[in-house]
C-alpha cells in the first residue's frame, strides 16, 4: 500500500505534523498539496520542538525526499527563513532533500498587504484569516494573472508581469481598500530575480516524480494542511481557507491519477479546536473550553491566537468521513482530556428545534446549529506513558470506541502527547509505514 494522504478532519490544528512526522520512517516521498504558510505543524522529537509552515513533515526524516506540489502557494522569504531556521538545527534542505513545483504561485508583499486590509476593513465580520496573503494569491491563480515560480526563469517575461500586477495591485489598494501602501514594480522585479536563482535547484517536475515514484512502488505520503471543514467548497463557508483540503485535491495538485490511491488517514483532535470566525457547534464557552485550551496548549502555531475549544463533534467528523473517503482515524490529544469528569461528544444538530443530519450550506443557518450531547464518564489516570491501548484506562478505551461507532470509521490510533514515541498506531495498514 504504498500511496496514503493524510488530511485533518475538523478545523485545522488536529496535529498532523506530529502524525505525518511519526509515519513517514519508511517514506521515499511526502508531497503537501495545498495551503501556504499559514499552516503550522509542530514536531517534538525527542524533546526537541519543530515548527514548519511550508516544507512537508517529512524533512526530519534523514530518507525521506520532500515535495510541493502545485496547489501550495509560496511565499519564497518564507520558504527561505524557513529553510535557515532547519538549518539552524542541522537539518539541511538541499535540492536533493526538497523540491518545488515550477507550477506553485508566489505570494508577493502585495497579497499580504491586500489580505491584511481587507481583513481590517471587515470590522466585526472577520473572516479571521492569518494575514499572510494566501488568499489573494490563489485570486490571482484562478484570474490567470498570477506569477508562478516558473516564470521567474524569463526575465523578459517577468518584468512585464511585475509591472501589470503591481500597477493593478496599486490602484486596488488604494482606491478600493483605502490604503496608503503602494509597492515598487522595480522592487519586486530585482526580488523576484534573486529569488529566482536561489530557488532554482529546487525546481522539481513534481507530476512524474510522484508517478515515477508510484510506479517502482515507493512509498509516498501526502500530507494537508488546515482542516476538511475549512475547505472552500465544503467547509463552512465563507469561514473557510482558500484552498481545497480535501483528500481528492492531493491528486488535482500532484498531477495524479485518484487511482493511484490506496489509503486515506484523517487526523482529529479527541476535542475540538477553531481559530478565527465562523460556526462552531460544539464550543464550550465556559470554564471548560478554558480548561481544554490551557492543558492543550491551543493557541495558533502561526498567529499565536487563542483557539476556541469545545467537544469532539461526531456529526462533523461524520461529514469529513464521507467527503475524503477516510479509511482510518486517529484521535490526537487524548492527554487533554485526562482529569475531566466527564467527556462530552456532540452526536446530532438542532436547527430551530428540527433536527438535521449535516451541517448546511447556508452561512445564514450554520451559525443557529444547536449540538446535542452525550456523555461518557471521564478518567483521571495520567496516560502519557501508555503504549498500547489496553493500558488505556477503561473509560478512555471506550470513549475511543464510542467515537468509532459515532462517527463511522475505525480509529487506528492515538496520541498522547507530543513527542513523536508517544503515538500509538493500532491499525495494521497505517503501522507499515512506521515499522520500528
Known amino acids: 500500500m504504498p500511496v496514503v494522504i493524510v488530511v485533518g478532519v475538523q478545523w485545522g490544528d488536529e496535529g498532523k505534523g506530529k502524525i505525518v512526522d511519526y509515519l513517514t520512517e519508511r517514506a521515499n516521498l511526502v508531497v503537501r498539496f495545498q495551503g501556504g504558510n499559514n499552516a503550522g ?31 501550495v502557494v509560496v511565499n519564497p522569504t518564507a520558504l527561505l527563513e524557513e529553510i535557515q531556521r532547519l538549518a539552524d538545527i542541522n537539518v539541511a534542505v538541499t535540492p536533493e532533500r526538497f523540491g518545488i513545483s515550477g507550477e506553485v504561485q508566489l505570494i508577493l508583499p502585495y497579497h499580504v498587504a491586500i489580505d491584511k486590509a481587507r ?87 513534481v507530476s512524474v516524480e510522484v508517478n515515477e515514484a508510484v510506479k517502482r512502488d515507493a512509498i509516498v505520503m501526502f500530507e494537508g494542511a488546515q482542516g476538511c471543514l475549512l475547505d472552500i467548497n465544503h467547509g463552512t463557508y465563507p469561514y473557510v481557507t482558500s484552498s481545497n483540503t480535501v483528500a481528492g485535491y492531493a491528486c488535482v495538485s500532484a498531477g495524479m491519477g485518484p487511482k493511484q490511491v490506496d489509503y486515506v488517514v484523517g487526523i482529529c483532535k479527541a476535542y475540538c479546536t477553531r481559530v478565527g470566525g465562523g460556526p462552531f457547534p460544539t464550543e464550550d464557552h465556559g470554564d471548560e473550553g478554558s480548561l481544554l485550551r490551557d492543558r492543550g496548549g491551543e493557541y495558533g502555531t502561526v498567529t499565536g491566537r487563542p483557539r476556541r475549544c469545545g467537544w469532539f463533534d461526531a456529526v462533523a467528523v461524520r461529514r469529513a468521513v464521507r467527503l475524503n473517503g477516510i479509511d482510518s482515524i486517529i484521535l490526537t490529544k487524548m492527554d487533554v482530556l485526562s482529569g475531566f469528569d466527564h467527556v462530552k461528544v456532540g452526536t446530532s444538530y438542532d436547527l430551530d428545534g428540527e433536527a438535521i443530519e449535516d451541517i448546511p450550506p447556508s452561512s445564514l443557518n450554520t451559525g443557529r446549529i444547536k449540538a ?25 478505551q471506550d470513549f475511543i470506541k464510542s467515537v468509532e461507532e459515532l462517527v463511522g470509521c475505525r480509529v487506528g490510533g492515538f496520541s498522547i502527547g507530543p513527542d513523536r514515541e508517544q503515538t500509538i498506531i493500532l491499525d495494521e495498514n497505517v503501522k507499515q509505514f512506521a515499522v520500528r
Request: proline share 3%; aromatic share 8%.
Open 41 to 71: 505543524h509542530t514536531l517534538v522529537v525527542e524533546g526537541q520542538k519543530t515548527a514548519l509552515q511550508l516544507i512537508p513533515s517529512g524533512i526530519l526524516r534523514s530518507n525521506t525526499r520532500c515535495l510541493l506540489a502545485s496547489g
Open 119 to 205: 481583513e481590517a476593513a471587515r470590522a466585526d465580520s472577520k473572516i479571521g484569516t492569518t494575514g499572510r496573503g494566501i488568499g489573494p494569491a490563489y485570486e490571482d491563480a484562478v484570474s490567470r494573472s498570477g506569477i508562478r515560480l516558473s516564470d521567474l526563469f524569463n526575465r523578459d517575461n517577468l518584468k512585464e508581469l511585475v509591472r501589470v500586477n503591481v500597477a493593478a495591485k496599486n490602484a486596488y489598494l488604494q482606491s478600493v481598500l483605502g490604503s496608503d501602501e503602494a509597492f515598487s514594480a522595480d522592487e519586486i522585479f530585482a526580488y523576484l530575480c534573486d529569488i529566482g536563482e536561489t530557488l532554482k535547484p529546487f525546481v522539481s517536475n
Open 372 to 396: 446535542n450531547y452525550t456523555e461518557f464518564p471521564g478518567w483521571s489516570e495520567d496516560i502519557t506513558g501508555v503504549r498500547t491501548f489496553e493500558e488505556l484506562p477503561k473509560t478512555a
